[in-house]
C-alpha cells in the first residue's frame, strides 16, 4: 500500500513569489496535517483537514493556506515568499483524526526561498 | 495545548536498553501520549502511543506513570538505525487539541 506522498521534493523560489507544496494521504484517510520543519528545528504545525473542511490553523500569517480536495489529498500555497519561509514542508494523514489515530508522514517538500 | 518536556540529547552504546523521559505535567484526562522519531533526511515515523497503561509493540515500549504526568520510551536493545530526534507529543481527543504540536524532541546519539 502507497504511503503518503509529497511534491514536489524539492522547490526553488525567490522572494515574493508563491509555492504550491502537494500531499496525497493513505488511501482512507481523511485527516491530512501540513507541518513546517526548517533546519535544525522542530515540527511546527500549519494545517489541519479533515472531510475537505480546515478544521485548525497553527499560528502561521495568513498566506500560507491550502485546501483539501474530494479525494483527501491536499494543497498547501505559500505566497509572497520570504527568506524564513525555506524549510521543509511534511504532510501527514490519518484515518482518525485525534486521540487514537497515529500519524503517518510524508517524505517532505523542501523550500528554498532566495 | 499541552506541553511536553523532554531532554535536548541522550547517548547510548549499542545494544543496551535505552530509557527515553518526557514530562507533561499538563496532560488532561483525555490526552493520548504518542511518540514519533525522525532518522536523519526523512519525515518522522510513529513508534508508540498509549493512554494510561504501559504498551508494547515491536520497536518500542512505553511506561506511564500512574499520575500520567511524565512516560518513558523504552528502546530494549538499541541499535545505530535507532539514532533519530525522539519527539514526545500529547494528542487530544477535541479538534483544537489536535494540532499535535510537536516539540524540539530528543536526538538519540547510539555508540558501538
Known amino acids: 500500500e502507497a504511503g503518503v506522498t509529497q511534491s514536489p521534493t524539492h522547490l526553488i523560489k525567490t522572494r515574493g513569489q508563491q509555492a504550491t507544496l502537494r500531499c496525497s494521504p493513505i488511501?482512507?484517510?481523511?485527516?491530512v496535517y501540513w507541518y513546517q520543519q526548517a533546519l535544525g528545528l522542530g515540527l511546527q504545525f500549519l494545517l489541519w483537514?479533515?472531510?475537505?473542511?480546515?478544521?485548525n490553523r497553527g499560528n502561521f500569517p495568513p498566506r500560507f493556506s491550502g485546501r483539501q480536495f474530494p479525494n483527501y489529498s491536499s494543497e498547501l500555497n505559500v505566497n509572497a515568499l520570504e527568506l524564513e519561509d525555506s524549510a521543509l514542508y511534511l504532510c501527514?494523514?490519518?484515518?482518525?483524526?485525534?486521540?487514537?489515530?497515529?500519524?503517518?508522514f510524508g517524505e517532505g517538500s523542501r523550500l528554498t526561498v532566495l | 495545548d499541552a506541553k511536553t518536556t523532554q531532554p535536548n540529547s541522550m547517548e547510548s552504546n549499542e545494544e543496551e536498553p535505552v530509557h527515553l523521559p518526557c514530562n507533561h505535567s499538563?496532560?488532561?484526562?483525555?490526552?493520548?501520549i504518542h511518540w514519533y522519531r525522525q532518522l536523519p533526511s526523512q519525515g518522522p515515523e510513529y513508534v508508540i502511543h498509549?493512554?494510561?497503561s504501559n504498551v508494547n509493540n515491536r520497536m518500542a515500549s512505553l511506561a506511564i506513570a500512574e499520575d500520567r504526568k511524565s512516560s518513558t520510551l523504552i528502546l530494549h536493545r538499541a541499535t545505530l538505525r535507532d539514532a533519530a530526534v525522539y519527539y514526545c507529543i500529547l494528542r487530544g481527543y477535541t479538534g483544537t487539541a489536535s494540532k499535535l504540536t510537536f516539540g524540539t524532541g530528543t536526538r538519540l546519539q547510539v555508540t558501538l
Open positions: 499538563t496532560i488532561s484526562g483525555t490526552d493520548y
Open positions: 488511501s482512507g484517510h481523511t485527516s
Open positions: 483537514y479533515d472531510e475537505g473542511e480546515e478544521r
Open positions: 501527514a494523514s490519518s484515518l482518525v483524526g485525534q486521540g487514537s489515530g497515529e500519524l503517518f
Open positions: 498509549g493512554l494510561t
